[in-house]
């Protein structure tokens, strides 16, 4: 019984773990967002606000076509394309 105990214990302690590891600390996701976000405008080489519409635009579009997607995924993709068609 105590074997059994244990294991459930270390069981949650572990899926607790990659809960935690899986959802992030809260500050890295919004540091790769931003680098994406500044990358997209460097390949766009617009003056900062036009570029900001235009990626606004695109998230919009991607989002229609690719749902449920995080915004570091959409500004890769953005990224990608205009990258691919250069």
């Known amino acids: ?3 059994f ?3 459930l214990i270390i069981a ?3 899926i607790a773990f990659n809960y935690f590891r899986k959802k992030g600390g809260g500050s890295v996701k919004p540091k ?3 680098n994406l976000r500044q990358e997209a405008h ?3 080489k ?3 606000d036009e570029a900001d519409k235009v990626i606004e635009r ?3 579009r991607l989002k229609e076509r690719y749902p449920d997607r995080s915004e570091e995924w959409y500004l890769g993709k953005i990224i990608h394309d205009l990258k691919r068609d250069r």
Do not use: E
Request: aromatic content about 0%.
């Open 1 to 3: 019984m105590d074997l």
């Open 5 to 7: 105990l244990i294991a």
């Open 12 to 14: 949650a302690v572990l």
């Open 32 to 34: 790769k967002s931003r």
């Open 42 to 44: 460097r390949q766009l």
């Open 46 to 48: 617009l003056p900062p």
């Open 58 to 60: 695109h998230i919009d």
